[in-house]
């Protein structure tokens, strides 16, 4: 990771976390920001008219705005680009999600709402220059209903309506290596049908064209759900455009696990890669033949 993120960095970090949170009211009114649907809304999109989705991320901005080395994805000139490309898009069927910061504040816990603040703070100004303000952008965070915010009370409804893009559908998981959707939990347990494509769980990039290959061996019918870090915005946009339904669906594993555990701190889940968490990236052989006879290949 860039040398800003280590320990000696730590206090000048916070620093300038708070004073670009305190400064971000004349940030917005300066560089106002674009119409980003709920959560609720975003779901509903995906599930009527059966649209693709491809994700941003603060990661994904600090990608292409900063140009940083992420700890699961290095950076590569034409992942950049893609990423950029895929932003300024237009395609009815393919949503684009920015994050829930972008679209509200409300209901976010105190640390997260100075998080966004700072990130948007720091990058918007930058990056407004790639939006659309005639736009209408969906949200990103479908994939993380439970964690930043405050009163939980809505969550259940968030995985309730998550589980019904893949009800009754066959789905092809594009996951790295390590990550293990669904294993241990009953997230994918209403869908007809799992089977997995197994990726690098660092710079999956590096596979990209390999990855997608396997993919179009499947029938389009199919729901591909992917989780690949930045890749998975690029990808999920190829595919769609190739005639997939492609759900980039990030860390919905993780957020769904610390749900049913009704956790208020982030937490590693053994044998699953918990990217947030300190340790969390070393993670533990499994033996489980359900998810063995799932995988369809492994691409390494």
């Known amino acids: 990771m860039n040398i800003r993120y280590g320990k000696l960095f730590k206090l000048p970090r916070i620093i300038v976390k708070y004073t ?31 649209c693709s989705i491809s994700r941003f991320g603060d ?23 893609r990423l950029i490309e895929v932003l300024k898009a237009e395609d009815p069927n393919i949503l684009v999600g920015l994050p829930i910061g972008y679209h509200s504040l409300n209901n976010l816990k105190k640390s997260s709402q100075r998080t ?14 790639y939006i659309d303000k005639k736009k ?23 995985f309730d309506k998550l589980m019904m893009i893949w009800n009754n559908r066959e789905i092809i998981l594009v996951e790295g290596e390590k990550s293990r959707l669904g294993v241990g939990n009953n997230l994918f347990d209403n869908a007809k049908n799992v089977k997995r494509i197994l990726a690098p769980h660092h710079h999956a990039f590096t596979k990209y064209d390999e990855i997608i290959n396997q993919v ?82 492994r691409i390494i």
């Open 20 to 50: 670009l949170s305190a400064i971000y009211p004349f940030i917005i009114k300066i560089w106002p920001l674009p119409n980003v649907l709920s959560i609720d809304e975003t779901l509903d999109k995906i599930i009527n008219d059966k």
């Open 59 to 81: 990661g994904e901005f600090l990608y292409i705005i900063d140009k940083l080395n992420l700890p699961f994805q290095r950076q590569e000139l034409s992942l950049r680009a």
């Open 116 to 129: 966004w603040r700072s990130q948007i703070s720091w990058i918007y100004p930058r990056l407004s220059r």
């Open 136 to 158: 209408t952008y969906y949200n990103s965070s479908i994939t993380r209903p439970y964690f930043d915010f405050e009163n939980k009370d809505g969550c259940k409804n968030y």
């Open 216 to 297: 179009l061996c499947q029938d389009k019918s199919k729901l591909v759900l992917i989780a690949l870090g930045p890749s998975a915005t690029a990808m999920s946009y190829d595919l769609a455009q190739m005639g997939f339904q492609a759900i980039d669906i990030g860390n919905i594993d993780i957020e769904y696990e610390w749900y049913i555990r009704k956790t208020l701190t982030k937490i590693k889940i053994p044998g699953k890669y918990t990217s947030e968490v300190v340790g969390g990236r070393y993670v533990e052989e499994i033996r489980d033949s359900l998810y063995e006879s799932q995988i369809l290949t």
